[in-house]
Structure formats: C-alpha cells, structure tokens
C-alpha cells in the first residue's frame, strides 16, 4: 500500500473513495493521472475487486498504454484489464453484440480509403458529379450527424430539402445502407454503434453494466456526446463512475468535444464525491505562475489557482528572434548547451541533459520544418511524436516526386509514386503490368506511357489520365529552364489536381497537408533567396540532402517535437513553446469562432504546464511561414503573463501599451492577425492562373510581352505552343500555358 502513501491528502481521499459517482477536477500535474492509477490498484489489492470488473477510458493509444503499464507496475501484469481507448472499447463490445443491429460479428472497420471509395460508387450510382462534389465532402458531414446521432431519416428534418441537401440526404442513406449490406462499420459508428446496442438489447447493457461496476474516465473535458452517452449509461445503475479532468484544458471543441460534460457532471450525478486538487508537483513555482497569468484571461471559467512546494526556479525565458531561422538555431543551441554538461543543478553539480527531457512544441505542424533542420544541422537526434518528420510527410514526398519526374523523366519510382496521385483511374494491376512492359522493351515507364498503343489499351479513363499526366510533364520539363522554382511548383500544385483534391477534402486532415505544402514554399524561397539563378535541378540536389537525414538515432534519447495538441497529459523537464505571435499563436482561426481565443489559451496554459523545470518561450519578428515573410507581433498570450516571471531578450522589447490587450477574451478587429496561409494559397493559385491565363492570349510575331523573371521583351517567333521571346539578357524559348508571361 506505499503507493497510498505517496498521495497527498487529498488524493488518497479520492483513490480510496470507490463507491458512488466521484468527480476529480483539478489544473494540470496535479496527479489526476496518478491518483486514478493509484485507485485501480486500490480496487484491485484493497478492495478485492476484480480487475475484470473495471474499465478505464481514455483517449489516446500512448496514455492508454502508459496507464497500464503504471497499474501493471503496482500490481502485477497479465490481469487483462480494459484500459483502452474510447474506440478500442466499443470495438471489443461490438465483437461480441453487433447482430443486435443486424451487423455479422465478423464485422469489417472501413478505414478513410474505404469510406471514400464507398461513397464513389454512391455517387456514381446517384450520378452525381464527384468533380463537383467531392466524396470527402460528404463524408465530413456524414460523420458530423454521425456525432450529432442525426440519422439519414432526421436529415430532411435538420436541414431542409432544397436541392443540395436533398442530395447529402441521399448520399448519407445510401451510404448507410451499403455499409450495413457490407457488414462494415466506419470509426464514427464504433461509438455510436455500441451506444446503439446498449439502447437496443437491455440484456447486453445489463451485462456490460453488470461486468463494468468500476469505470473511470480520465481527460473528461474532452468528452463528446456520445463518448458522454456511453459511459452514462453503463454507469447509470451502480454509479460507481470516477472521472478525471481539467475544464482548463478542454482543446478538442473544434472536434465535439462538449465541456458541459465535465461542468454539469455534478448535475448528471447527483451526490457527487467532487474532489479538488490544488497542489501541483509537475512545475516549478514561476511556470506555474505563467501559467496561471494566461488562464486567467478567460472569462468563461471557474476561478481555480495551483500551488506547489517547488521552489520558485528559474524564470521563463523569452527569446525574441529575428526570424524564425535564428530561433530554430537559438533553440537547437539552447539543447546543445544544456546537454554537453555545462548546466548547473541546484546542488552545485554539473550534468549534461538527456536529449530527450527536451520538448519542442508548436502550434502547427508546419513549424516543424525548421526546427528538424536546425536540429539536424547539430547532429542533436529528434522525434517528431505523433507525426511525422517533415520530409516524410505523404504530401511533400508526393509533391517531390512530380518534381523529381519533370527533372528527369528516367525516375520510374517517382513516377509510380504520382501516377495515381491524385486519382486517375489507374490501379495498381495496371501500374504492375505496365511496368513490366517497360522493363522488357529496356526503356522508363514514362517512355512507355508515351506509346499511344499502350495507352490506347487502358481503360478509357486511365488512358485519358495518363495522357494528361505525360503531356503536362512534358511540357513542364520542357519549360522548367526557363521557369523560377517557386513557379513551376505553384504551376504544378494546380495542373495537377493535387491541390484541388485536398480542398474539396476539406477535412482537418487535408487542411493540415495543404499548411505542410505551402510551408514548403518557405523553403524554396530560401534557396532562391540565396541563388537567384536556382534551378530545379540545384534545388532537387540540395533538398535530397536534407530529406535524407533520417539515418539518426531516432530512439529513446531524443528531443521531442510534437503539436501543443498531441502533447496533452505528458510532461517533460525543458520545454519549448515556439512560435509566440499573434496570428500563429492564437491562431487566425481562433478569430472565426466564438469560444475561439479562449480554447486557444486553455491550448498555450496546457503548453506551459507541460514544463517541469524549465520553460522558453520564443517568438520570431519576421516569419517566413508558407512562402510569406511577415513581420510579426508578438503573442497576447505572451503579454498576459506577468513580466516578473520572464527573463532575456524578448522582455526588454515589450511594448509599455501592452496593457491595452489585457481585456479578457475579446480581441478588438483591429488586431486580427494576418492571415499567412491564405495569403500563401491565393498567390499559388494566381501564379498558376498567370500561367494558364497566357495560353488564352495569342501571340505574335512582334509582341511586346512581360515575364516576372526575364522582364519586358518581344516575340521573335511564334509557331504553335512554343514562343521566341527576346530579353534584355538574351533569348528564351517560352510554352504558353506554363509561362506566367503577359503579353503588353
Ligand atoms: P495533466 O492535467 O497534465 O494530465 P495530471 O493532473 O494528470 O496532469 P499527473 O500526470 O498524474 O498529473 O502528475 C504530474 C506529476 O506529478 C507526475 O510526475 C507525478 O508523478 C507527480 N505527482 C503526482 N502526485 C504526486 C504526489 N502526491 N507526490 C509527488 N509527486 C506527485
Ligand atoms: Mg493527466
């Protein structure tokens, strides 16, 4: 029982109170996590209970997993308890009592790639035109009912019957209905499924609410409606339902996430045990205090104050870069410094760090970039958690490859990377086959693909792909000599769909993959910033470079970088949080919704008290993101924080008109960031508009044109698609249609 021990009063009060509804709502590393760790053990070793009787939810498969291993360390492994994820939970229920809903119990998960295939057939069946309306639109709202428990039935009645939701309405029954006929479920369905059972076979909740007499949920903010409906009604009868959680780091409301669950908790259950912790052992007494300065800021929330016997520790440190290389560079130096041994404990020893006490957490993945760079460049060994490297990336390898293929036409495995990328009707039997054509008449596939034979044996739509996949490659290769990088790769982003196919995706996915994309920019610009003259071919020689560097030591010591998102729950001794300006963090968005600012800052007080014992705060004022060079303004976020408790070179900088901001939750208009991203996805599609726009033009002979390279000329020679142009520095051959040319 010396696990006992080690909890403080109030939390021993919570692990030993096992009976009836128990509420333990306390900040962050207060011991939450630990106390419901020690209760299980608790059930289990004091109380005789049957780890076959208790369930524990939480979120992610690494909190899951880091739970049983801490319970397993208390009291033995091999009990097969269901600590699991919301998710994985309602699977193994539906194993065994899925034919309560008709559903075979070899049931199968669709995965996204199954669902979009589904709703294609649907919409071909439907005919409806899948180049207007994307399948992953549909699936966005489909899954949006599925969480609001709106059926294809209710749909007519929640949202009308005019001609678009009359089609949603048909794709969403249809859809339905061929998963049942399929016996398949998609991920929305496995929560909403297992609530579905337990509503339709009494006998089956019975069971489960018989088995389950100890339930325990931890980060219970993060809860949505059906994640809610589900635990209360296996907990309803015995009412032995412990949850955990911080209504200050509720961050998931833009996904469901309902707070009221964790506010009202008391009113669901009534003669609710509430249990408050207000002792912090995670941080030092100045990170707390930071972190307390910036929550307060919301207007929307129980007043709660942490406390912590650590002494008050270093200040936070605010490094104010000049741009975004200098803090990558200031950062991954930071680490260097600190783990070559040149850091003091208090005790007067001298250690060097682990690498992999440091974390580096950001707003948005893109950010990544620089700080794998910076880091690389040091040889210091990183992870990215949770994602991953930047040069990994499905759609930077993806872009990379068409880049590859315009440069050199012989790269078959760029080639094959891209051929259905996006979808052009060409599966994998067919890239198989005629790869093995190509390899018998000893040429590349792309050569082979120009034969019109083997074209002409395709499938029409394939044939039809591949026939506007080799003509715009050609024509791009044929023009990259002449064209700046940053433009071939705008053009490319468009002409070949790929960039359309993530838009009408619309999801919180394919939005991040178009940030990673864009963000690229940012990294062509650099080179062309140094080399005017870059070509593709200079550019892809540098950049294989760096996205080769993965032959680190990837292992356990190693720094950390990850989003303030995925960083929930975890804690580290040094943490970074990069990235301080307005517009980046709070994010832009977080201006579009009404709660929006203040989830942002419950995401920068989750942040701070990731830090144990030492916490930077960094921000850069001029930021190139997404191609953009920006100057910044620092973070509000950085000027609520009380500026006793900062130290370095971003404090001297602060504004004496900071106080200005200090009025709650509401941002004036007038502060609305700048809006990098979209400025960065306007210009793509313009530059490439530019492009296109010059094939509607007919030139002549004797026109006077303009490049944005080569600058004003005159037409020599126009014959078909290839123009002769004449500039001051000599004479270019130009395809209309790929040169951003205007003719004057
Ligand atoms: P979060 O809100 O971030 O999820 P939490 O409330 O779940 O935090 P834990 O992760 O359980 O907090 O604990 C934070 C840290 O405090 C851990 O390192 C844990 O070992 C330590 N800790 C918790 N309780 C005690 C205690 N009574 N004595 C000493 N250390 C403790
Ligand atoms: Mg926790």
């Given amino acids: 029982m010396d696990y006992l021990d080690r909890l403080n009063d109030m939390q021993r009060l919570a692990a030993v109170h096992t009976e009836g509804p128990l509420l333990i709502l306390a900040g962050a590393g207060s011991g939450k996590t630990s106390t419901m760790t020690c209760r299980i053990a608790y059930l289990i070793q004091e109380k005789g209970v049957s780890p076959y009787n208790i369930l524990a939810v939480t979120f992610t498969n690494k909190a899951a997993k880091e739970m049983r291993d801490r319970v397993e360390q208390l009291v033995g492994s091999g009990l097969n308890m269901w600590i ?53 639109y549909f699936l966005s709202i489909i899954s949006k009912c599925k969480e609001e428990r709106i059926t294809p039935k209710d749909y007519p009645r929640e949202y009308g019957t005019d001609f678009r939701e009359e089609m949603i309405h048909k794709v969403y029954d249809a859809y339905e209905t061929q998963l049942h006929k399929n016996n398949a479920m998609d991920f929305d369905d496995l929560l909403l499924n297992a609530v579905r059972v337990f509503e339709q076979d009494e006998a089956v909740l019975l069971k489960y609410r018989n088995r389950f007499r100890y339930i325990m949920v931890d980060e219970y903010q993060d809860t949505n409606q059906i994640q809610y409906t589900f635990v209360r009604m296996l907990a ?34 009534p003669g609710t045990k509430v249990v408050k912790l207000d002792q912090n052992y995670r941080s ?49 130096s930071e680490i260097h410094r600190l783990t070559a041994g040149s850091y003091t404990l208090e005790e007067g020893r001298k250690e060097g760090r682990k690498f992999s006490e440091f974390a580096i ?22 992870r990215v958690l949770g994602g991953l490297r930047y040069y990994d990336r499905k759609e930077i390898k993806d872009i990379m490859c068409y880049m590859r293929i315009v440069q050199n036409r012989a790269d078959d495995l760029a080639l094959v990377r891209i051929i259905n990328e996006p979808k052009r009707g060409v599966g994998g039997k067919t890239i ?9 008449r000893g040429e590349s596939l792309f050569d082979t693909l120009l034969d019109k034979d083997v074209v002409a044996s395709l499938s029409a739509k394939a044939g039809q ?57 940012s990294v062509i610009y650099d080179y062309e910033e140094e080399d005017k003259d870059l070509s593709l071919s200079d550019f892809m020689e540098r950049i294989a470079l760096l996205a080769d560097v993965d032959n680190h030591d990837a292992g356990e010591n190693a720094v950390v970088l990850m989003t303030l998102h995925s960083a929930k729950g975890l804690e580290f001794p040094f943490v970074f949080m990069p990235g301080m300006e307005d517009g980046l963090f709070p994010g832009w968005r977080a201006f579009d919704r009404p709660d929006g600012l203040e989830e942002e800052r419950r995401l920068c007080y989750v942040g701070i008290t990731r830090a144990k014992e030492r916490l930077w705060m960094t921000s850069a004022q001029r930021r190139m993101l997404y191609g953009k060079i920006d100057y910044t303004r620092e973070s509000q976020f950085m000027r609520e924080i009380d500026p006793k408790l900062l130290e370095g070179d971003g404090v001297y900088q602060k504004k004496p008109s900071a106080g200005m901001f200090r009025d709650g939750a509401r941002a004036p208009e007038a502060i ?16 490439a508009e530019a492009m296109q726009q010059s094939a509607a033009d007919s030139f002549a002979q004797g026109d006077r044109v303009s490049h944005p390279k080569f600058g004003e000329g005159e037409v020599l020679e126009a014959s078909g698609k290839i123009l002769r142009v004449r500039f001051a520095d000599g004479d270019k051959k130009l395809a209309i249609g790929f040169a951003p040319l205007k003719k004057l």
């Fill in 84 to 136: 699991l994820t919301f998710h994985s939970a309602c699977l193994r229920i539906l194993r065994s009592h899925a034919d309560v809903l008709g559903y075979g119990r070899d049931f199968a998960v669709y995965d996204p790639a199954d669902q979009k295939t589904l709703v294609k057939n649907i919409c071909k069946d439907l005919q409806i035109d899948t180049k207007k309306f994307n399948p992953a």
């Fill in 236 to 269: 309803e009868e015995h009412r032995n339902l412990c949850v955990v959680g911080d209504d200050d780091q509720c961050i998931y409301q833009w996904r469901g996430a309902d707070i009221r669950n964790i506010l009202e908790f008391e009113k669901d259950f």
């Fill in 284 to 332: 030092t007494g100045n990170i707390l205090e930071a972190a307390h300065s910036v929550i307060s800021h919301n207007a929307a929330r129980k007043p709660k104050k942490l406390w912590t016997e650590a002494s008050g520790g270093s200040r936070i440190t605010y490094f104010q870069a000049e741009d975004e290389r200098e803090e990558a560079n200031y950062i991954a």
């Fill in 361 to 382: 957490l950001y707003r948005t993945n893109a950010q990544s970039r620089t700080f794998e760079e910076a880091l690389s460049y040091r040889n210091i060994p990183y």
């Fill in 432 to 440: 198989e086959k005629l790869q093995t054509l190509a390899r018998v």
């Fill in 465 to 521: 792909g591949i026939r506007e996949l080799t003509e715009m490659i050609l024509s791009f290769s044929e023009e990259s000599g002449n064209m700046r990088v940053s433009d071939l790769y705008d053009g490319l982003l468009v002409r070949t769909g790929y960039m359309k196919m993530l838009e009408d995706q619309n999801t919180v996915e394919s939005e991040t993959r178009i940030e990673n994309l864009m963000e690229f920019k």
């Fill in 672 to 687: 609305r960031p700048f809006d990098q991203l979209k400025y960065a996805r306007q210009m793509t599609k313009r530059n």
